[in-house]
């Protein structure tokens, strides 16, 4: 095997070991013991390019910078989350001052299903970490071009949700099939806001496939989409489950797949996302996506009971993803074009969208609009209803704010009274400034 | 009566100790080549003819293990490796003489694929025939399951002079640790043999039959006999006398720093509630990351003979040291010279010092004292800044749990104990810089062989119960039984003190000096399938490092 130049990898590893949603959920104390397990016994972390660094803890500042909670952060939130959104905050302050050349988040609880409006917790997931990270990273750093690859099995509607009028920030999202499997979306057309088209993509790929599918999807959809984005920064949202033995999906992915991923992909940052299968999978991938981020030989990682053959993918399955990838290229070839198509003369785009938060069993109503800009994301109002009773109005101004957005933004929240609203909000994510009434 | 002796690469040091005063005490130059003839100096100048009868008990710290890895005065070791999946041998940090199995056992113990009988019984002829004497057998997640490692004993033990096994090396997880701390163990197993040899032939020949003690890394001691079978567990145990030596004298309860300032380099050790701390994973020896429980220390490139020199027009101290100070006929400035011009001591040759500061002065357009005051003040900056760096270091050590995030102890030491040379004149102004009490203990020159007489056995012992699979693992000690279903924590506990209560009794403790306690406690819902199956509970008990009886916490050894 050539030799491959060594990176300094950070790894924030924290396991919450004594944290669970409840006793018997997956996402419980277990969860990363035996990851832990397979780490230190590897000894990973004596590697003088893998540093170990303690996570710091986000705040309701960091939060509010990219969620509109309700009532606040800190009722949607306990200690759990923010270190698992410090630790991605961790990853990221390593990477950007040069510490590290990438990092890996191995923290929990996970975040990709919260969405910008938090009333509560959806697909174990209270608050996006990784939205957290990346508006932590232009606040602090400065406004970045930023992609994230999200390769969960189930689809990152939150990260979706949060970037979806954000012509800056690339949501890439492989899954499996929403048809098949929770939260249902992530089909090819949600492709972005009106102003961010093909900012978002979405690849939906069939139960059962395997090694050869994701990377052939990695090697024509993801790598070329990339190409031509041109981020500043790319952040694995790493999710482990689907492995081919993890217990609530139906995929037949391997250590050995994801490590190539990881290889090919060179995220900057990655942060853990889910990944059930806590025994059999999450050790030897965590071990393989750390040895591929530090450019370690990691060839000789796999799970006790691999079978590459076994778990190849049908010829059938292989047509189906191929077409698939042809497809999304074709959408996002034509990215271009689809704006004057699908909006018109409208000023405004409006959409509207029902909200189910499975873990707390909360209902959400809610409204979108969004101002149709050349200049800029845009900016966003929505209109949210819970049957917690809570009702809330949020004006949110985009990064790289155009005046008129600004201007437009800032009069809307003046002269919006509370009325029959519990909380009106106002985010200004290219000022940090987060107002409330 | 208490004979500590500390035999370190210059000196030898020695102490008799009498209820807790010390009565005499005595330093010689020591003989490399021969440590005995430096035992044999030191115990002379100590005991005679009417008092060999009174001593209770001897314990020695040697620099022997030390010494033969720094100069490579080392035996061939035949390892044989059972690695799995996983790192590829290409990154495991190993030399010739090595040999990667089939065999694999995972992370909860369960066995994968067997060894190879055929492929083991030839290695073992390939290392014979090559006239290799020692063997290594070492298997990743070994201390979890450590089967296969006494399966491969059994079929090369009869043929070679010593074998250890990986999984009795320590208990916690870290398959190259676990390969340099066999590997080590071995490569000096012969050596250390015939020195255990010739210390007993010399103690009886000099009449005394009371139990002699090896001091360990960890700052424990452990009978003589005992430590025939790791002699890798005596690695770096001078540091470790040294830090035992100031807990002892100063009576030492809360949070503290400890320097060895010496002439080339000053250790750092760090005390949290009067308890030093441990290397998280284990001590490192001559870039060899073993698993061996040791004391946290930091060395640093800044002592009395530091070469002083001015780098961009900025004084800078260190880190080499080349020859000794300026007033003893070195040939730069050191700040034993600064210190000298200062006044603060009378030793050297004051024109010399204050000829090697002048050029200096000049340079700083400053007068002389100016000059000598700022290399002073330099150094203690250094060696403070340092200090905090180590401290914060330890405060920023990964968590694994939120309660340890939250409410986690950090260290906040508010004194400061200074041993070596210049202990005296540096230790005012370091306390001042580390917003500090200073304190030189009494007996400092000497620190490291009272620390060796006082120190008390200690061991740690590491259990991991599985209720799924019912079994119970005691992992440094190879040992497997079946457990019940509804086996707990309390039990787990119970039993762990139990074995660690015989195992320290057997390694030479007195009854009264075994304070147990519980370092690690975790038990984890194993769930599958949506169902609990079991329990994972892993406990971790040691003997709390410390001093022997009658020298409880908070007391001081009397003058």
Redesign the interface.
């Known amino acids: 095997m050539p030799l491959k130049p060594q990176k300094r990898t950070g790894l924030i590893f924290f396991p919450a070991f004594d944290w669970a949603i409840s006793p018997n959920h997956p996402e419980r104390e277990e969860r990363l013991l035996y990851t832990q397990d397979q780490v230190f016994e590897e000894g990973l972390l004596d590697f003088d390019n893998i540093r170990e660094y303690k996570p710091g803890i986000a705040t309701a500042e960091d939060i509010n910078r990219a969620h509109i909670c309700v009532p606040d952060a800190g009722s949607v939130v306990t200690e759990s989350h923010l270190i698992s959104a410090g630790g991605a905050i961790t990853a990221a302050d390593k990477v950007l001052t040069g510490e590290v050349d990438n990092a890996f988040a191995l923290v929990r609880p996970p975040g990709h299903h919260a969405m910008l409006v938090v009333h509560g917790a959806r697909g174990f997931c209270n608050v996006n970490i990784e939205a957290i990270m990346i508006e932590y990273i232009r606040h602090r750093y400065g406004p970045k071009r930023i992609a994230v690859v999200d390769t969960d099995c189930h689809h990152g509607d939150g990260t979706q949700d949060i970037y979806w009028n954000d012509p800056d920030t690339l949501c890439i999202s492989i899954h499996q099939d929403g048809r098949t499997l929770y939260p249902g979306t992530g089909s090819r057309d949600e492709f972005g806001g009106p102003n961010a088209l093909g900012a978002t993509v979405n690849i939906p790929l069939p139960p059962q496939t395997s090694d050869e599918g994701f990377l052939m999807v990695l090697d024509r959809v993801i790598l070329p989409i990339l190409d031509e984005f041109k981020p500043d920064l790319i952040i694995n949202s790493a999710g482990q489950d689907n492995h081919y033995t993890d217990p609530i999906t139906n995929m037949r992915f391997s250590a050995q797949g994801y490590a190539l991923l990881n290889e090919r992909l060179a995220p900057d940052i990655a942060v853990l996302e889910g990944g059930y299968s806590i025994e059999k999978a999450l050790p030897y991938v965590n071990v393989g996506i750390i040895l591929a981020m530090a450019g370690l030989d990691y060839s000789h990682v796999r799970e006790p009971d691999y079978d590459p053959v076994a778990l190849r993918q049908s010829a059938d399955i292989s047509r189906t993803i191929e077409e698939e990838a042809a497809k999304v290229m074709n959408l996002w070839k034509g990215r271009h074009e689809m704006k004057a198509k699908l909006v018109g003369a409208a000023r405004y785009v409006k959409r509207k969208k029902c909200i189910y938060y499975d873990t707390d069993g909360i209902s959400e109503q809610q409204e979108e609009t969004v101002r149709v800009c050349d200049d800029c994301g845009g900016l966003v109002m929505i209109e949210s209803v819970a049957d917690t009773g809570n009702r809330i109005f949020a004006v949110i101004l985009p990064g790289r704010c155009c005046p008129e957005c600004r201007s437009h933004g800032e009069m809307f929240y003046e002269k919006t009274n509370r009325g029959k609203h519990n909380r009106i909000y106002f985010q200004d994510r290219e000022r940090g400034v987060f107002l409330v009434k | 009566m208490i004979l500590g002796i500390d035999v370190g690469g210059t000196h030898t040091d020695a102490v008799l100790i009498d209820h807790f005063a010390v009565l005499k005490k005595a330093k010689v130059l020591t003989d490399e080549r021969n440590l005995v003839t430096s035992l044999l100096s030191v115990t002379k100048a100590l005991v005679d003819e009417s008092t060999v009868h009174q001593l209770e008990r001897v314990v020695l710290s040697t620099t022997i293990s030390t010494n033969a890895i720094v100069q490579n005065k080392v035996d061939r070791v035949g390892m044989l490796l059972v690695s799995g999946?996983?790192?590829?041998p290409?990154?495991y940090d190993v030399r010739q003489d090595t040999c990667f199995m089939s065999g694999?056992i995972?992370?909860?113990g369960m066995e994968?694929v067997g060894i190879d009988r055929i492929e083991a019984a030839r290695m073992r002829d390939r290392f014979r025939s090559e006239g290799i004497l020692h063997v290594g057998i070492v298997g990743?997640?070994s201390t979890r399951n450590p089967r296969q490692e006494i399966e491969l004993r059994e079929i090369v033990r009869d043929k070679f002079r010593h074998v250890s096994l990986g999984h009795r090396m320590s208990g916690?997880?870290?398959?190259?640790?676990r390969i340099a701390t066999t590997y080590l163990n071995e490569a000096i197993w012969d050596l250390y043999h015939r020195f255990v040899k010739e210390v007993l032939h010399f103690v009886h020949a000099r009449g005394i039959n009371v139990p002699i003690y090896i001091l360990k890394a960890d700052g424990g001691t452990f009978d003589i006999s005992q430590s025939v079978d790791f002699p890798v567990q005596t690695i770096l145990s001078g540091p470790a006398a040294s830090i035992m030596g100031i807990l002892t004298t100063t009576g030492c309860n809360s949070d503290a720093i400890a320097l060895d300032i010496g002439g080339t380099t000053t250790d750092i050790a760090v005390f949290a509630d009067g308890v030093p701390l441990f290397e998280p994973?284990g001590v490192t020896i001559e870039g060899h990351?073993t698993l061996i429980r040791g004391l946290r220390t930091r060395s640093i490139g800044v002592g009395g003979d530091s070469v002083v020199r001015l780098r961009e027009g900025r004084l800078s101290v260190g880190p080499e040291r080349d020859g000794p100070a300026a007033a003893f006929g070195g040939p730069f400035p050191t700040p034993t010279d600064a210190m000298i011009v200062l006044g603060m001591t009378g030793i050297g040759d004051p024109d010399k010092a204050a000829a090697a500061i002048i050029p200096l002065a000049d340079a700083l357009q400053c007068p002389i004292g100016e000059a000598a005051r700022a290399i002073f003040r330099e150094t203690c900056l250094q060696i403070a800044g340092h200090v905090r760096d180590f401290v914060e270091e330890i405060n920023?050590?990964?968590?694994?749990?939120?309660?340890e995030?939250?409410d986690g102890k950090r260290l906040n030491p508010r004194r400061l104990y200074v041993v070596g040379g210049p202990a005296g004149l540096l230790a005012p102004e370091l306390g001042g810089l580390l917003d500090c009490e200073a304190h030189v203990p009494v007996h400092a020159e000497v620190a490291n062989a009272i620390g060796a007489a006082l120190a008390r056995t200690t061991a740690e012992m590491t259990l991991l119960a599985d209720t799924e699979q019912r079994t119970l693992t005691i992992c440094e000690e190879g040992l497997q039984t079946a457990i019940p279903p509804g086996f707990t924590m309390e039990e787990v506990v119970r039993i762990g003190s139990e074995k660690l209560r015989k195992k320290v009794l057997k390694m030479g403790a007195a009854e009264e000096d075994l304070e147990i306690e519980v370092v690690e406690a975790?038990e984890?819902?194993?769930?599958r399938?949506?169902?609990?199956t079991g329990k994972?509970i892993r406990v971790k008990v040691q003997i709390k490092p410390g001093c022997i009886a009658d020298l409880k916490r908070g007391d001081a050894l009397c003058r």
């Not at chain 2, 916690?172 to 640790?177: A, M, V």
């Not at chain 2, 920023?396 to 309660?403: A, F, L, S, W």
């Not at chain 2, 984890?524 to 769930?527: E, I, L, P, R, S």
């Open positions: 999946p996983g790192l590829p290409a990154l694999y995972n992370h909860r994968i990743k997640f916690h997880l870290n398959f190259p640790r994973f990351k920023n050590q990964p968590v694994y749990t939120i309660h995030m939250l975790q984890f819902n194993m769930v399938e949506c169902y609990t994972n």
